[in-house]
């Protein structure tokens, strides 16, 4: 916890937004939001959230974070891109647009059996 001196002082500047991104992807949601150290230095938080169904049946969200550093924003930034070009390359990727039409279509021609009222008391 570089530039902190305790939690505290952590927790308190990671509620300092300076700007905020968000990015709604399918059933994950991205947050990218700028904070401020107490030393004025910008940094970067990457948030991914997606909402899930608990044991006990109530709906919550798992979140997980990543903090990066604007000492680390070029390597960051040469890694990300070298995997995306990647990616593409490689693999075929298939528009959400696409996708959705894709799983619709899928669902429709599914061979659903008949079941009826009387079937289930048997």
Same mark, same amino acid.
């Given at each position: ?8 002082? /952590?927790? %308190? !500047?990671? #509620? =300092?937004?300076?700007?905020? #991104?968000?990015?709604? !992807?399918?059933?994950?949601? $991205? /947050?990218?939001?700028? *904070? @401020?150290?107490?030393? @004025? ?9 997606? %909402? ?5 049946? #109530? ?5 997980? %974070?990543?903090?990066?550093? %604007? ?14 070009? $990647?990616? *593409?390359?490689?693999? =075929? ?10 799983? &619709?279509?899928?669902? !429709?021609?599914?061979? /659903? @059996? @008949? ?5 289930? &008391? #048997?």
């Amino acid at each position: 916890m570089d530039g902190f001196e305790n939690l505290d002082d /952590f927790e %308190k !500047a990671d #509620k =300092e937004d300076i700007f905020s #991104k968000v990015i709604r !992807a399918g059933k994950r949601t $991205y /947050f990218f939001d700028v *904070k @401020s150290t107490r030393n @004025s230095d910008f940094y970067l938080t990457i948030t991914e959230s997606k %909402k899930r169904m608990g044991k006990d049946g #109530k709906m919550y969200y798992e979140k997980h %974070k990543i903090f990066l550093y %604007k000492e680390d924003f070029e390597k960051f930034l040469e890694g990300l891109n070298e995997v995306v070009d $990647y990616i *593409k390359t490689n693999q =075929e990727v298939i528009p959400r647009s696409e996708m959705v039409e894709h799983e &619709e279509l899928e669902m !429709a021609t599914t061979e /659903f @059996s @008949s079941v009826t009222f009387e079937d289930l &008391e #048997k």
